[in-house]
């Protein structure tokens, strides 16, 4: 391979001294595929790995020939692992992990919408396989350290270790982080941290990998359709109509079972009204789903459990805090109990729904998180 002029190993954040041997989790695209390759190239001892967590066909009953399995953890993907292993010419692992995905993260998901609440599958995935799991395996390969593609940074070596946002504002991963246990960040390497997404891309061709034009990936890996569809087939528990209600109770029509809804929900409700209504509350006690205005769904203060720190909490208490990947970061002061933490945004924040995770940071840096348990007020 070309020598490629980019001053990577500066930008990403703290990386070992080459010789050390990486355990890269490659999904076939093209993120992790380039740090599989920038980590090569750079003189690391890279084997990489592939959890095979999700059978498609077996998710639907039967194989329709039409149409070829996709996602991360796909048997397609792992064909493409397998051109991209070859081509960098560096040793290849496949895990079953399907029955680990199921308990930690399939499960859940269905659980979750069966009782009202809103998860973040990938969190789970991450915290509990990725950097749970496979980093068990890399125990056993001998490998020091684990690498993939996201994008955020880490910065500082050993227990002195930071986990900062990546330098892409539109790819930056560190979100989806906020579960990683402590002791697996010492041991993670994130190569990408400091490019953006067209360098990546770039940074593919020039590595002639044979995935350098392959499409995004879908947001959750496991659900080709709709999730909905999804949660049906699996036959677990939120279908039973139930009634539209407003805040106060009082009854507006009849809904089609708790999973098809999440608070904030415009769409798809039936209900004819003067103005715009959106789902505010779920509650899964009486099967009832809320309907209100646009500003019922903000809200100020929520409680979080299964808390999680990269690093120690904040001594004022004050944090920046995410409810999904696709909020801003909005300043709050933290209260912290044993086992669980209360927020109290300065401003009121849209849609917060138990179930999420939640991201906390002080500037770039991510602190840690945990589940969104309960709306306060």
Not at 167 to 176: H, L, S
Not at 211 to 238: H, M, N, P, Q, W
């Amino acid at each position: 391979m070309n020598a490629i002029p980019l001053p990577w190993q500066e930008r990403c954040g703290w990386l070992p001294a080459a010789g050390a041997k990486v355990l890269v989790a490659l999904s076939g695209g093209v993120d992790s595929a380039v740090s599989a390759a920038l980590l090569h190239q750079a003189g690391y001892r890279v084997v990489a790995a592939t959890m095979k967590t999700w059978d498609e066909y077996r998710d639907r009953g039967a194989i329709d020939p039409r149409r070829a399995e996709r996602g991360c953890c796909s048997m397609a993907a792992v064909d493409d692992c397998l051109r991209i292993t070859e081509r960098l010419g560096i040793p290849y692992h496949l895990y079953d992990f399907q029955a680990e995905f199921r308990t930690a993260v399939i499960d859940r998901f269905v659980r979750d919408y069966a009782t009202g609440r809103t998860p973040s599958p990938c969190v789970p995935c991450n915290g509990e396989l990725k950097f749970g799991h496979l980093l068990a395996e890399a125990d056993r390969l001998g490998c020091d350290f684990i690498a993939t593609g996201h994008y955020a940074r880490r910065v500082g070596a050993g227990d002195e270790a930071a986990l900062l946002r990546g330098v892409d504002p539109d790819r930056d991963q560190a979100y989806f982080l906020a579960t990683l246990p402590r002791a697996a960040l010492e041991r993670s390497l994130f190569p990408l941290g400091g490019l953006v997404k067209r360098e990546t891309r770039d940074l593919a061709a020039s590595f002639a990998l044979p995935v350098a034009t392959k499409a995004e990936s879908r947001e959750i890996c496991f659900v080709d359709d709709d999730y909905r569809a999804f949660l049906a087939r699996t036959g677990g528990g939120g279908g039973s109509p139930g009634t539209f209600v407003d805040r106060e109770g009082h009854p507006l029509g009849t809904h089609g079972g708790l999973r098809n809804y999440t608070i904030g929900q415009r769409r798809g409700l039936g209900i004819a009204a003067g103005a715009p209504r959106y789902v505010t509350e779920l509650r899964a006690d009486s099967n009832e789903v809320v309907i209100g205005p646009e500003a019922d769904l903000y809200r100020r203060e929520i409680e979080i459990t299964d808390p999680n720190w990269l690093t120690d909490p904040p001594p004022d208490g004050r944090v920046r805090a995410q409810i999904r990947s696709t909020h801003r970061a909005a300043p709050a002061s933290l209260t912290a109990t044993a086992d669980r933490l209360y927020l109290r945004f300065d401003d009121p924040v849209r849609a917060p729904a138990p179930g999420q995770t939640v991201a906390l940071f002080a500037a770039d840096r991510l602190l840690g998180g945990g589940t969104l348990e309960r709306v306060i007020d």
